[in-house]
């Protein structure tokens, strides 16, 4: 995206040009190529780049295989959305300080490059803390890593997010199952 572009999309939210900059957030690439990787819980369509589609399968299948079902809930998501999400939520009457509490600002989302997975299970089908309370969560916690993914933002992380247990990122390696 062009950065004068990106530059207007913050500044028409209200947010300085080099507010990623200020908390030290890394710009991410939108993907370029992307693959569907099936439906979330409310029916939408979700698309996560190549590899990470991949792993995703590779890993929901051993869950499936210890009776633990992982759900995707949202995956790649660009700028231009990013951006619309932050506007509702603004438009909803919520603070933007609050709103960036929990989202990242248009350019510095890890769901711009389709390795991003904000995932869920039944019974749990919104990105609440509470996910942290489940069999899926525990699961993750011992088993994402192996399938390349890490939890993103975990309790007092350095970006400045909320703790977010539903919130995976793959980090590709040659060390994968």
């Known amino acids: 995206?062009?950065?004068?572009l990106l530059s207007h999309i913050l500044q028409d939210?209200?947010?300085?040009e080099n507010y990623g900059e200020k908390r030290r957030l890394h710009f991410c690439e939108e993907a370029k190529v992307l693959v569907k990787i099936?439906?979330?819980?409310y029916g939408k369509t979700i698309?996560?780049?190549?590899?990470?589609?991949?792993?995703?399968?590779?890993?929901?299948?051993?869950?499936?295989?210890?009776?633990?079902?992982l759900l995707p809930l949202s995956g790649f998501r660009s700028i231009r959305t990013q951006a619309e999400i932050i506007r509702m939520k603004l438009e909803s009457g919520r603070s933007l300080d609050d709103i960036m509490?929990?989202?990242?600002?248009?350019?510095?989302?890890?769901?711009?490059t389709g390795r991003a997975l904000d995932i869920c299970t039944p019974g749990f089908i919104v990105p609440e803390k509470d996910f942290a309370q489940t069999p899926a969560?525990?699961?993750?916690?011992?088993?994402?890593?192996?399938?390349?993914?890490?939890?993103s933002y975990p309790v007092n992380n350095p970006e400045?997010?909320?703790?977010?247990?539903?919130?995976?990122?793959?980090?590709?390696?040659?060390?994968?199952?």
């Open 13 to 16: 939210l209200g947010l300085p």
């Open 101 to 112: 509490t929990a989202n990242a600002p248009p350019g510095y989302s890890q769901h711009h």
């Open 1 to 4: 995206m062009d950065s004068d």
């Open 160 to 177: 400045g997010f909320i703790y977010e247990p539903w919130h995976w990122y793959f980090v590709p390696s040659d060390r994968i199952v």
């Open 38 to 41: 099936g439906l979330n819980p």
């Open 137 to 151: 969560f525990q699961w993750l916690t011992i088993h994402a890593q192996k399938f390349g993914f890490i939890m």
């Open 47 to 69: 698309y996560l780049e190549p590899d990470t589609a991949k792993a995703w399968e590779k890993m929901k299948e051993a869950a499936l295989k210890e009776n633990i079902e």
